[in-house]
């Protein structure tokens, strides 16, 4: 079983910056598609950021030219630089893997594999 770790989350003001990371252990999937989801409170989980095994990446609307999805294979962790937070994507913000190189419906969580606990980030107005 692989386990995946987030961290990085915690309280900050409105146009502030957050990275998060999202660290494997146990089993490693180097080029796995790997993505973040969020779910705030009261509302369902949603897709924010995709990257597949060769480094391409896939954003939701919402956070396209403020977020950037990155991955460092050799350490198997992946990163979600958030840039001028707004309170909306105040979430807890959880990572996934999926064992391909890469999935065409990449915003389904249903398709991946293994999942993170998730970090909390609250955005403060």
């Known amino acids: 079983q692989v386990q995946l770790v987030e961290s990085g989350g915690g309280v900050v003001q409105a146009g502030g910056s957050l990275r998060l990371s999202c660290a494997a252990s146990?089993?490693?999937?180097?080029?796995?598609?790997m993505a973040w989801f969020r779910q705030a409170p009261g509302k369902e989980r949603e897709f924010v950021a995709f990257i597949s095994g060769g480094g391409g990446a896939y954003y939701a609307d919402s956070v396209k030219g403020r977020f950037t999805i990155s991955r460092d294979n050799a350490k198997n962790t992946m990163y979600l630089q958030m840039n001028s937070l707004k309170p909306e994507d105040t979430a807890v913000y959880s990572c996934?893997?999926?064992?391909?190189?890469?999935?065409?419906?990449?915003?389904?969580?249903?398709?991946?594999?293994?999942w993170g606990q998730g970090t909390q980030v609250t955005v403060s107005s």
């Open positions: 996934a893997a999926r064992r391909t190189y890469s999935i065409p419906n990449y915003y389904n969580g249903g398709l991946y594999d293994y």
């Open positions: 146990g089993r490693t999937f180097s080029t796995s598609a």
